[in-house]
T-cell receptor
Framework: GNSVTQMEGPVTLSEEAFLTINCTYT??????LFWYVQYPGEGLQLLLK?????DKGSNKGFEATYRKETTSFHLEKGSVQVSDSAVYFC??????????????FGKGTKLSVKP | DSGVTQTPKHLITATGQRVTLRCSPR?????VYWYQQSLDQGLQFLIQ?????ERAKGNILERFSAQQFPDLHSELNLSSLELGDSALYFC????????WGAGELFFGEGSRLTVL
């Protein structure tokens, strides 16, 4: 079946540190991959996405590259800020005929950035 | 602001009771999704409606039901509530959501249900 595995948190970093949150997936077909972010007390919002192999999604200094050979979509940021503290979810969507047409999420990784 | 509106934001009730959560999708979005977020289970997909029809079903209990109305708003009904149903319930919407996959989902701020 389709699934997403992401590194468990929490992850605690100092401001300006480099961030990597690992995400690997299992999917039939050709999935689209997403990173969503959930700030405290808010709903999830799309951070970036990639729809085919070797695509790089980027937004707000975050990047992730769709690696089909390693079935991975790791999230990176070169210099985190306190305002990046949130829970980050990796997700996939597989275009299939029939009943499955939703996002499958990983369990989320909580990031805390200290000043 | 995602454009997705959920009410109520907080709800406290007792075991055995029934509650209804409401969701208004973004203008123009045809699909509505319901997710349950709890500490131990993470974010679990419950059910999806597309233009009034049930499109996909996930880990939704038989005690739970949902529907999408002609104006595209949706309601999630939770009955015979148990302590374990305490969670944050998110609604999301998307333009598509037919056979070709969800694409980007826009989430509401959630309804926090506490069952005592």
């Amino acid at each position: 079946g389709n699934s997403v595995t992401q590194m468990e948190g929490p992850v605690t970093l100092s401001e300006e540190a480099f961030l990597t949150i690992n995400c690997t997936y299992t999917a039939t077909g050709y999935p689209s991959l997403f990173w969503y972010v959930q700030y405290p007390g808010e709903g999830l919002q799309l951070l970036l996405k990639a729809t085919k192999a070797d695509d790089k999604g980027s937004n707000k200094g975050f990047e992730a590259t769709y690696r089909k050979e390693t079935t991975s979509f790791h999230l990176e940021k070169g210099s985190v800020q306190v305002s990046d503290s949130a829970v980050y979810f990796c997700a996939l969507s597989v275009p299939l005929r029939g009943s499955q047409g939703n996002l499958i999420f990983g369990k989320g990784t909580k990031l805390s950035v200290k000043p | 602001d995602s454009g997705v509106t959920q009410t109520p934001k907080h709800l406290i009730t007792a075991t055995g009771q029934r509650v209804t959560l409401r969701c208004s999708p973004r203008s123009g979005d045809l699909s509505v999704y319901w997710y349950q977020q709890s500490l131990d289970q993470g974010l679990q997909f419950l059910i999806q409606y597309y233009n009034g029809e049930e499109r996909a079903k996930g880990n939704i209990l038989e005690r739970f039901s949902a529907q999408q109305f002609p104006d595209l708003h949706s309601e999630l009904n939770l009955s015979s509530l148990e302590l374990g149903d305490s969670a944050l319930y998110f609604c999301a919407s998307s333009v598509g959501g037919g056979p070709w996959g969800a694409g980007e989902l826009f989430f509401g701020e959630g309804s926090r249900l506490t069952v005592l």
